[in-house]
Every structure is written in C-alpha cells, then in structure tokens.
C-alpha cells in the first residue's frame, strides 16, 4: 500500500505481522496506484495535476477521514494497522485493512483498496474530480475549524471571567486546559481575523462560525474543540447553555486514549470530563449528553469491558432514566455495566467543583449498581 518501489511486497494478514502478502507494485490491480499517468477526469478530456493530488492525499490522513464517515477499527494489528467492518459492502466481519502510515486501504471481502481519494469515489459514489472536490471542501472547513481553534485559544488567556468560569467549574490545571485545546469565544473578534488569513465570507458562513448576518456565532462562551465540530458553554446565565456548530458532534470524547482500559467511566459533559480527568481518573469519556449516538454506541461495544455510567443525578431524572436505559441496551450487547450513583442534585462536574475528592468518588464506583 502506497508509493512503494515496483513489485515491492506488503505483509497485509489479519493477525499479529503475518498474513498472505499482496504486491503493491507499480499497477497493482487492488489498490490502483502508482500510475504512470496522471489521474484523468470524467473520458480522460481534463488532466489533474499529479502533484496537486499527491499534496492533498497527504493533507488528509486516510484514518482521520474514515473516522468522519462514522467508521472505527475493531482490531488493532502490528505496525499501526487496523480492521474493522468494511464501509464499502454489507460487512458481518472485521475485513477492511487501514494502514495510516501509507494512507491507504484494502478489504479482504469486497476485493476494493486504494488512498483516501479512491475510498470517496466509491463510498460517495461519484468520479474522480468530485471525490476531489470532496475532499478539498472537507480538508477546508478542517483547516478553518483549526485557525478557528487557535485564536479562542489565545482569547481565553486574555479574559479574565473566562479563566474565573473554569476556575468556578472546577478546572484549574492549566495542563489539562492546554491538553483539552480549551478557549474562549468573546464575540465580535472572528470574522475579521479569518477573513485577514483569507478566508471568504462565504466560507465562513458555511462552517457555521458565523451568522447569515454576519455576527460571531459563539459569543462569550468557553469553547471545546471537538472531532469537527467545537462545543461552546455560555458564561451569560441568560443564553442557550450549550452550542454546537452545524454537523456531527463525532464519537465519543478523547476515545483513542480511553479504549485501552477494561473500565471505562462515560459521563454527560466536557466539565464532568475534565474535572475527572484532573482529580486523577484517565479512563472517562463523554457522550456529549446522555443519549449516545449511534458511532458512540458501537465504540462503547466494540471490545469486552466494564461502564461505568455517571449521568446526572437531576430533580427531574431525566439523567437516571437515559442511564438505566442505556445499561440496558449495553448488557443486551454482552458490555458490563455499573450505575453511578452521585448525591441528590449533582453530576461530576459540581460533585468536584464543590470540594469532592478523588477518593470519595472511587468509593462511588465501588458501590455502583449493575
């Protein structure tokens, strides 16, 4: 897989580093790379750039843009590489090969493979030059999300009631905000600084950054990056709580780094996260409220372990209704499930942010109920 020497072989095996090999030579039926040509538009009337097109498959890590079409790996194998169900046909079994250091793809099931601009020809089902498109637009909004990123980043350590909001919230550990990527939206300031790094109006309408009218979208609220998205929380008492940008919210919080751990904490919120995380608690996750979408449900199942639900302990239970209902629905699927159950009125962000300890809390996932 990828620009390899001519006839140069790639162990592709389901199974620790042995496996039958595939030739990944120079045209290689599979994976379709290394044409001597450069790629031909719809009856080979326009040619594209080979170099332009090498540029934008290395801007996009094949793994990071399966990821945002909903797909996950379900084995993890030598080298970096990974298998899950294929994408690309009615898939029973783990038959699609990633390997994210050559940026490219094969299923053992539906014989297809290639880089990140095969798989959106045949996942979207459209010719090369609108796969192309694709990518770009997706590759785009990316980027702007990221300068997007950096300047609340910078707004957050120049606001004082920002920081004093985290500080009241309960995160204090200026390593875990510089981990979390957290900053701060004051309003009125975005527009024009993207569009002085070039941005269009147009773009940045389109990315939900800002209004049909013009105006910042998140105004005075802390800001989350998230897996292409970003979740803003208000500061004013007055306005929506919680704001996401138009789209997906993605999968579950900071997963690649939690589903290695045979007991997994899910929580509703960033705030509960964080303050988790900082008390000493590596193994949380969060849902991003307490209905788990459907990727956030299949990584969930997707190896045997123990969650632990610490949902919101409300008047109204809504937060203990959503938890017994999804421990349901995990034990159904094999997964073992404990309820946390937290004092009347709290989560885990105001359990923490009003004097909890880590100790106190362990005793609450001792004592939770199956």
């Known amino acids: 897989m990828g620009t390899t020497a001519a006839g140069q072989p790639l162990l592709l095996g389901e199974g620790g580093c042995c496996g039958r090999l595939l030739s990944v ?12 040509r450069p790629y031909a538009a719809i009856r080979g009337k326009k040619s594209v750039n080979r170099q332009a097109v090498d540029t934008l ?28 169900l294929c994408p690309l046909h009615r898939d029973h079994r783990p038959s699609f090969l990633v390997d994210p250091h050559k940026n490219l793809f094969y299923c053992y099931g539906c014989g297809r493979g290639g880089d990140v601009i095969r798989f959106a020809e045949l996942y979207h ?9 694709l990518l770009r637009q997706w ?33 204090r550990s200026p390593e875990l905000i510089e981990q979390m990527r957290i900053g701060y939206a004051p309003g009125g300031r975005l527009r024009g600084w993207l569009m002085q790094l ?16 013009g105006y910042d979208a998140f105004v005075r609220r802390i800001i989350f990056p998230l897996e292409g998205n970003l979740y803003g929380r208000s500061l004013s008492p007055s306005a929506p709580p919680h704001r996401f940008l138009p789209g997906a919210k993605g999968g579950l919080y900071a997963w690649e780094q939690v589903r290695r751990y045979p007991q997994v904490i899910l929580v509703e919120g960033l705030l509960d996260y964080a303050v988790l995380y900082q008390a000493g608690f590596p193994n949380v996750t969060c849902s991003l409220g307490n209905h788990p979408n459907t990727r956030q449900f299949r990584q969930l199942c997707d190896a ?6 610490a949902f919101d302990v409300d008047a109204n239970d809504s937060g203990q209704r959503a938890s017994r209902r999804l421990a349901g629905r995990l034990q159904e699927q094999g997964i073992s499930t404990r309820r946390v159950l937290l004092p009347e009125g709290h989560d885990p962000n105001s359990f923490f942010a009003q004097g909890g300890e880590a100790r106190q809390f362990q005793s609450l996932l001792e004592a939770a109920q199956p």
Not at 57 to 77: C, E, G, S, V
Not at 126 to 133: H, I, S, T
Not at 150 to 169: D, I, K, N, S, W
Not at 199 to 206: G, I, K, P, T, V
């Open 125 to 133: 089902q459209v010719p090369f030059p609108q796969a192309l498109a």
């Open 198 to 213: 070039g941005y269009s109006f147009a773009a940045l309408r389109q990315s939900g950054l800002i209004t049909g009218t």
């Open 304 to 309: 045997p372990r123990t969650v632990y639900l």
């Open 139 to 171: 590759r785009g909004g990316n980027c702007l999300l990221e300068e997007a990123v950096g300047f609340y980043r910078v707004q957050l350590h120049r606001h004082g009631e920002a920081v004093a909001y985290l500080h009241h919230r309960g995160v």
């Open 25 to 36: 030579g120079t045209h290689h039926p599979c994976l379709g790379l290394g044409r001597c």
């Open 57 to 84: 498959k290395q801007q996009i890590p094949l793994l990071d843009y399966l990821q945002a079409q909903d797909w996950q790996p379900t084995r993890h194998l030598c080298r970096g590489r990974c298998m899950g």
